[in-house]
């Protein structure tokens, strides 16, 4: 069996609101723990009104509040908006509340715009150049106390709160081998890179305390249903909200279409395409036939499923199409 799990942006729906979102975001982790999902991560982003998960570690808490089994994280945190010691804070409360079920995924995208992200940190001197060493030092935050240590996450030391690194290019791979972490690579919207990111990352793995052998996590939309079609009607939703990134112009996640003819230019779908290729779309059979092929082509450990899909009835199918075909791959 492939393991399985669950990456959740929080969708604000079109004609909804953030707190829908939540409670459906609450109910379809629910519906994750009992379809045997492994993890369910969460997502920061800012300044985007499609997305309500900017206050990742509070919405974290909720989710583990919700359940009882699930491990349950962030996919990921962006370690530049924030001072190390902080998330250490935040993860180490969220770990000393949920014992053995909290994970720490790192990013180092702003995970907004250049304007939305100096409004975030202030400045961005140094604030990217500075990654490796900040996943350094949140990591020591989260390890025993060292005799004269004078700075201390409390709660947050003792913790050993899991970090995976997260990223779309081989510098996170790089670094993810260099310090034995897991890594997750971000290819539900960067797929470029992907061979070579893992190819990279399993080559210079080196062994740590925490992780023997490397441990490689892939991202792939989700878009399944009873019919191809159905399928591929599910996914204008996402190609609708990637359209309106690349035109500047982000809003709600808008209800799928029957075509996305007159929409977009060919330019347009052809980057959208681009970004979306890794994906399973359609009908059981036609899912089956996607993940098996994407997981002989990179021998992933783990799936990370992601799907924005505007219908939430249609969300939870989807979703639990997938974990079925995850369990007999």
């Known amino acids: 069996m492939t393991q399985y799990s669950l990456l959740d942006l929080s969708p604000i729906l079109q004609g909804s609101d953030a707190a829908q ?72 409360t969220l770990a000393t509340l949920f014992p053995g079920r909290i994970e720490l995924g790192l990013g180092r ?44 996450a409390i709660p947050g030391v003792g913790t050993k709160v899991p970090i995976w690194l997260l990223g779309s290019s081989l510098f996170s791979a790089r670094l993810a081998a260099a310090l034995g972490m897991p890594f997750a690579f971000a290819s539900h919207f960067a797929p470029d ?4 990111a893992l190819a990279t990352y399993r080559h210079h ?73 890794c994906s399973a779309v359609g009908s059981p059979a036609r899912v089956r036939d996607a993940l098996g092929a994407l997981l002989a082509r990179t021998q992933a450990d783990e799936f990370m499923f992601a799907g924005q899909i505007y219908d939430h009835a249609a969300r939870l199918h989807s979703f639990e199409i997938g974990a079925e075909i995850a369990r007999a791959l």
Not at 23 to 38: P, S, Y
Not at 116 to 141: C, G, H, K, M, N
């Open 21 to 92: 979102s939540f409670r459906n975001t609450v109910d379809l982790a629910r519906h994750a723990e009992g379809w045997g999902f492994q993890r369910y991560w969460l997502a920061e982003h800012h300044n985007m009104p499609g997305i309500a998960s900017s206050a990742t570690s509070i919405l974290i808490g909720q989710v583990a509040a919700a359940t009882k089994t699930i491990k349950v994280g962030s996919g990921g945190i962006m370690l530049p908006n924030h001072a190390p010691l902080v998330i250490a804070e935040q993860f180490g």
């Open 193 to 196: 890179l992907l061979d070579a």
């Open 205 to 277: 793995f080196e062994a740590s305390p925490t992780l023997s052998k490397p441990h490689a996590m892939v991202g792939v939309n989700l878009f399944a249903a009873d019919t191809d079609e159905a399928g591929q009607r599910l996914m204008t939703s996402a190609q609708q909200q990637f359209l309106a990134l690349r035109r500047n112009t982000p809003g709600p996640l808008r209800p799928p279409v029957d075509s996305m003819a007159g929409i977009w230019h060919d330019s347009e779908r052809a980057n959208v395409e681009r970004a979306l290729s």
């Open 109 to 152: 995208a702003p995970g907004s715009d250049q304007l939305t992200a100096r409004a975030l940190r202030r400045t961005l001197q140094d604030s990217a150049e500075s990654f490796p060493q900040d996943v350094i030092e949140l990591r020591d935050y989260f390890d025993d106390a060292t005799p004269g240590q004078q700075v201390q």
